[in-house]
C-alpha cells in the first residue's frame, strides 16, 4: 500500500505562485511515474504533468507549460508541483497519483486510470 498527501494548496492573486507537494509513505513510492491531475468543478479530471522515477522524463499538459515545474526527491519520497503565472482557469483541485508497477509508457501518462493510487487531494484557487 502506498499513502499519496498533497499539500500547498491555497488562495492566490492571477500572476501568483504556489508549490505543491505530494508526500508518499508506505512500502514504496512509485517506482514507475507520479503525475499531476486536476479536476474543476463541472469538469473532467485532466492530467497537469508527470515525472519518472528517475526523473529523467517529465511529461506537461499543453496549457500548463513554461508555467508549471514537476520535481522530485526520492530521499523525501516526495513530489514537487510549482506553479507559475497562475491564472483563474487554473482554479481546480489538484490530486498527485502514483504509478508503482508496471512498464512506462509515455503515451499512457495523461491517462488516469494508468495509475495505482491517488492522494486526497489540495484545492487550488486563483482569483482574478
Known amino acids: 500500500q502506498v499513502q499519496l498527501v498533497e499539500s500547498g494548496g491555497g488562495l492566490v492573486q492571477a500572476g501568483g505562485s504556489l508549490r505543491l507537494s505530494c508526500a508518499a509513505s508506505?512500502?514504496?513510492?512509485?517506482?514507475?511515474?507520479t503525475g499531476w491531475f486536476r479536476q474543476a468543478p463541472g469538469k473532467e479530471r485532466e492530467s497537469v504533468a508527470a515525472i519518472t522515477w528517475s526523473g529523467g522524463s517529465t511529461y506537461y499538459a499543453d496549457s500548463v507549460k513554461g508555467r508549471f515545474t514537476i520535481s522530485r526527491d526520492n530521499a523525501k519520497n516526495t513530489v514537487y508541483l510549482q506553479l507559475n503565472s497562475l491564472k483563474p482557469e487554473d482554479t481546480a483541485v489538484y490530486y498527485c497519483a502514483a504509478k508503482i508497477s508496471g512498464i512506462y509508457y509515455y503515451a499512457r501518462v495523461p491517462d488516469p486510470t494508468w495509475y495505482d493510487y491517488w492522494g486526497q487531494g489540495t484545492q487550488v484557487t486563483v482569483s482574478s
Open positions: 508506505g512500502r514504496t513510492f512509485s517506482r514507475v511515474a
